[in-house]
């Protein structure tokens, strides 16, 4: 069984040394301070799980999300929302997402969807 992968993409979750520290318990993770790198490291890695971070001021990432899913339709994404509009984070939904956390997010929940999630993948 290989370990899975998770990216964590935006620019603070990305820093966040708690969270990733929570995650690398449970699978190898990568970082992207930048949401515009994530389809160049997906393309380059395999990637099991995105942990996206959507900021306000960057409402377009929704539309990256709906790329995403086209181009790597098995990649279940969590999204971190930072207090963005309801339509947002219900556009991400309606385009795969997973799950959606909003900030200020508690670390320890979303490392465990984030093991649910990937044993669930593993499973199917």
Request: with cysteine; net charge neutral; hydrophobic share 40%.
């Amino acid at each position: 069984m290989s370990v899975p992968s998770v990216l964590i993409s935006g620019p603070t979750i990305a820093n966040d040394e708690d969270l990733v520290r929570k995650l690398q318990r449970i699978a190898l993770v990568k970082l992207s301070l930048q949401n515009s790198r994530i389809e160049t490291i997906l393309s380059g890695k395999k990637v099991d799980l995105l942990l996206l971070e959507v900021l306000r001021e960057n409402t377009s990432d929704t539309e990256l999300i709906k790329k995403i899913k086209e181009g790597f339709p098995s990649l279940a994404i969590i999204l971190i929302d930072g207090d963005t509009d309801r339509d947002v984070v219900a556009r991400a939904f309606k385009y795969g997402v997973k799950d959606a956390f909003r900030k200020p997010y508690m670390c320890d929940l979303i490392a465990e969807r984030v093991q649910a999630i990937l044993e669930h993948s593993h499973d199917s």
